[in-house]
């Protein structure tokens, strides 16, 4: 596992930047698989008089041009908005298409999976409050059900001892009916 880190002094983390790190890691690791996330390890050059659209639309057209002619698998991450939130901290059920405001992220994704994180769930409202967090994972979309995994939400939990994740099976039931689309 590789961490695709800025030098100090190269002053712009673009989409080119960084596809020549993943490129230079494919050539010389054979590494197949990277996660990006723009948000936080890129720096936005958004043309003038493009909107975010237009700029989202741009980016993952070139992510995805780079994924497809090297064939490796290609993850970026986004992030839900603030209005995904209810009143008291809850998460709002969400699907990639809402990523980032963009709905070309679910347009041009061949898998989307939305995750999120609570402490606010029936099942575990017994436990003590560190143990409370749960992880959902909502298999929103794939291209091809059949290779890629059927639609589902699951919640997972970190046994922070062993360092080991797993499924949580009451907290999925409770998280599947409250994101019945």
């Not at 690791?29 to 996660?35: D, G, I, L």
């Not at 809402?98 to 992220?105: I, M, P, V, Y």
Request: proline share 2%; hydrophobic share 35%.
């Amino acid at each position: 596992m590789h961490r695709i880190t800025c030098e100090p002094h190269v002053n712009q983390r673009t989409i080119d930047w960084y596809l020549k790190r993943c490129e230079l890691l494919l050539r010389r690791e054979n590494c197949r698989f990277f996660v990006f996330d723009p948000w936080n390890q890129h720096d936005e050059e958004r043309k003038a008089g493009d909107t975010e659209t237009q700029y989202v639309n741009q980016m993952l057209r070139e992510l995805c041009m780079f994924a497809h002619s090297n064939k490796v698998i290609m993850i970026v991450v986004t992030h839900i908005s603030s209005n995904s939130y209810d009143e008291n901290g809850g998460i709002r059920p969400f699907r990639i298409a809402q990523a980032h405001g963009s709905s070309h992220f679910g347009k041009m994704a061949d898998r989307g999976i939305c995750v999120f994180r609570t402490r606010n769930l029936e099942t575990t409202a017994h436990l003590p409050d560190e143990e409370r967090d749960r992880m959902g994972v909502r298999f929103d979309k794939a291209k091809d059900e059949e290779s890629m995994g059927k639609r589902d939400t699951i919640a997972l939990k970190l046994d922070t001892k062993a360092m080991n994740i797993t499924m949580d099976v009451e907290a999925t039931e409770e998280i599947r009916e409250l994101w019945r689309f």
